[in-house]
């Protein structure tokens, strides 16, 4: 393939993946867990190995620090989509940053 053929593929696929991600309106940063915690009241059915839960958390760092929020199980499919978009941008950003390496080599290599 011509290096000007190339060179126009390449950029071609990048608009799409930027356009992806552009669509991509509902994203959220960070990681969706789950977790059954005591209560470690005296009485509670907790001390005896039945802990409560699930109780939904969405973590992530943010200037170097974690962070977490607690997510209502109403909210939990609708955090689980956003975050897993947000992963899916991650890597079309990743596909795009590479694509703009290979362009930048090539035009190097044109260029001297």
Same mark, same amino acid.
């Given at each position: 393939?011509? *290096?000007?053929? &190339?060179? #126009?593929?390449?950029?071609?696929? =990048?608009?799409?993946?930027?356009?992806?991600?552009? /669509?991509?309106?509902?994203?959220?940063?960070?990681?969706?867990?789950?977790?059954?915690?005591? $209560?470690? *009241?005296?009485? $509670?059915? $907790?001390?005896?190995?039945?802990? %409560?839960?699930?109780?939904?958390?969405?973590?992530? &760092?943010?200037?170097? *620090?974690?962070?977490?929020?607690?997510? /209502?199980? !109403?909210?939990? !499919?609708?955090?689980? *989509? #956003?975050?897993?978009?947000?992963?899916?941008? &991650?890597?079309?950003? /990743?596909?795009?940053?590479?694509?703009?390496?290979?362009?930048? &080599?090539? =035009?190097?290599?044109? %260029?001297?």
């Amino acid at each position: 393939m011509p *290096k000007d053929r &190339k060179t #126009e593929t390449l950029a071609a696929r =990048r608009k799409g993946i930027l356009k992806t991600i552009a /669509r991509m309106q509902d994203i959220l940063p960070g990681n969706l867990a789950t977790s059954y915690l005591p $209560c470690n *009241k005296g009485n $509670c059915k $907790c001390t005896r190995g039945e802990l %409560h839960g699930p109780k939904w958390t969405l973590t992530w &760092k943010e200037e170097g *620090k974690t962070k977490t929020l607690y997510i /209502r199980q !109403a909210e939990v !499919a609708e955090v689980r *989509k #956003e975050t897993e978009n947000y992963g899916k941008a &991650k890597g079309l950003l /990743r596909q795009a940053a590479q694509i703009n390496l290979e362009l930048f &080599k090539m =035009r190097r290599a044109r %260029h001297g």
